[in-house]
């Protein structure tokens, strides 16, 4: 299967907190990154979700959005992910930001190339993505 969503991350479920309508998931890479998604109960049962099973958390690029520095700021998104710029690359309108993280993982961002300009974004540059937990879409291996 291939899909758009630019980032893919293949882990295994570390946690799952139940809710009554909603569930806390979170991935962790075989790097030591971990992804939180929170996706409805129905899902937990239909994708057999637990403790210990693979899966791939999927966000599409867009969707991240890049703090410049260290994360010296607290956001309610569930997802702070420190790293370093590794590449951008400049579109006309959009930049793909490429963000390294501690584990290994590859984080990308389309953001504006004013925004990239205004952040001091460019190689070697200390960066957070930030990414909403319900912006995470899981999947599992069928």
């Not at 504006?112 to 930030?130: F, I, Q």
Request: proline content about 4%; charged content about 15%; glycine content about 12%.
């Amino acid at each position: 299967m291939k899909l758009s969503a630019r980032n893919v991350f293949e882990g295994t479920i570390t946690t799952l907190v139940d809710g009554k309508v909603n569930a806390e998931v979170e991935v962790t890479t075989a790097g030591g990154d971990r992804i939180i998604a929170i996706v409805t109960e129905g899902s937990v049962q239909s994708l057999g979700l637990a403790v210990g099973k693979p899966a791939v958390a999927y966000v599409k690029a867009p969707w991240v959005m890049v703090l410049a520095g260290n994360g010296s700021v607290r956001f309610s998104a569930r997802n702070q992910l420190a790293g370093t710029v590794e590449a951008v690359h400049k579109g006309a309108v959009n930049s793909d930001i490429c963000i390294k993280l501690d584990g290994g993982s590859l984080v990308h961002a389309v953001i504006t190339n004013e925004a990239v300009l205004e952040l001091g974004l460019k190689p070697g540059v200390p960066a957070c993505a930030l990414i909403k937990a319900s912006h995470v879409v899981l999947g599992v291996p069928a």
